[in-house]
């Protein structure tokens, strides 16, 4: 193996654990507000019982309101059926929408997957850090991002959307090039090297206004 080959391995190993290292944070995060909510539930619970003793309807109201606003800010918004796949999504769901911008879910993934937990990670990672730092460049009222997750037979189909800035991408033999830092570089080539070692299939396609990924991953 060249010296440039063991260079660029260390990289994409480093990037690797930095992107791991993230989303664990990140799913730390959403659980944590969770028990957070948790915690404080048997005092909600007093106050409404406080607020009914006296017959104030309408501050129970409003305290049910603000309750059903907190509840949905920690609540899942993602249960695909894989453990691994509802952690990623739901952090990166939850990151793009303090960015303001909108994600649409289908998601769907009813049997044990044989790939591992760390190539999945990786994978809907990249896919979603690429999505959200594209939409980043729009205006509010321009941004989604949609993804769709599926068996198909006995593969895996995930699919990501996402509109973005300057028209149809440029590319570059197999990839598309992009002005990003080189982390974003990485992550493009880590997802590549997955999918091949998988035997599986990628396809990336970029039309006016629009950049879909779309991915088959054999599951025997």
Same mark, same amino acid.
């Given at each position: 193996? #060249?010296?440039? !080959?063991?260079?660029?391995? $260390?990289? =994409?190993?480093?990037?690797?654990?930095?992107? @791991?290292?993230?989303?664990?944070?990140?799913?730390?995060?959403?659980?944590?507000?969770?028990?957070?909510?948790?915690?404080?539930?048997?005092?909600?619970?007093?106050?409404?019982?406080?607020?009914?003793?006296?017959?104030?309807?309408?501050?129970?109201?409003a305290y049910l309101n603000k309750l059903d606003t907190d509840l949905n800010s920690v609540d899942c918004a993602v249960k695909t059926g894989n453990p691994m796949a509802d952690?990623?999504?739901? #952090?990166?769901? !939850?990151?793009?929408?303090? $960015?303001? =911008?909108?994600?649409?879910?289908?998601?769907? @993934?009813?049997?044990?997957?044989?790939?591992?937990?760390?190539?999945?990670?990786?994978?809907?990672?990249?896919?979603?850090?690429?999505?959200?730092?594209?939409?980043?460049?729009?205006?509010?009222?321009?941004?989604?991002?949609?993804?769709?997750?599926?068996?198909?037979?006995?593969?895996?189909?995930?699919?990501?959307?996402?509109?973005?800035?300057?028209?149809?991408?440029?590319?570059?033999?197999?990839?598309?090039?992009?002005?990003?830092?080189a982390g974003h570089g990485l992550g493009l080539v880590r997802i590549d090297t997955i999918i091949e070692r998988l035997d599986g299939y990628l396809s990336r396609n970029s039309?006016?206004?629009?950049?879909?990924?779309?991915?088959?991953?054999?599951?025997?």
């Amino acid at each position: 193996m #060249s010296i440039l !080959s063991k260079k660029i391995d $260390k990289q =994409i190993a480093a990037y690797q654990r930095e992107l @791991i290292e993230t989303h664990y944070e990140e799913v730390e995060t959403m659980y944590r507000q969770m028990r957070e909510w948790r915690h404080d539930y048997r005092s909600h619970i007093q106050a409404m019982k406080a607020y009914a003793a006296s017959g104030d309807m309408e501050s129970i109201r409003a305290y049910l309101n603000k309750l059903d606003t907190d509840l949905n800010s920690v609540d899942c918004a993602v249960k695909t059926g894989n453990p691994m796949a509802d952690a990623i999504l739901n #952090s990166k769901i !939850s990151l793009a929408k303090s $960015k303001r =911008i909108p994600v649409c879910v289908d998601a769907h @993934i009813p049997v044990k997957l044989t790939m591992s937990e760390l190539d999945l990670c990786v994978i809907l990672g990249n896919l979603f850090d690429n999505a959200i730092e594209a939409s980043l460049e729009l205006s509010e009222q321009e941004r989604l991002i949609r993804i769709y997750m599926d068996m198909k037979n006995t593969q895996l189909y995930i699919s990501f959307t996402n509109f973005a800035a300057g028209g149809k991408m440029r590319k570059q033999g197999k990839r598309f090039l992009t002005t990003k830092g080189a982390g974003h570089g990485l992550g493009l080539v880590r997802i590549d090297t997955i999918i091949e070692r998988l035997d599986g299939y990628l396809s990336r396609n970029s039309e006016e206004g629009a950049f879909t990924t779309e991915i088959l991953i054999p599951q025997l």
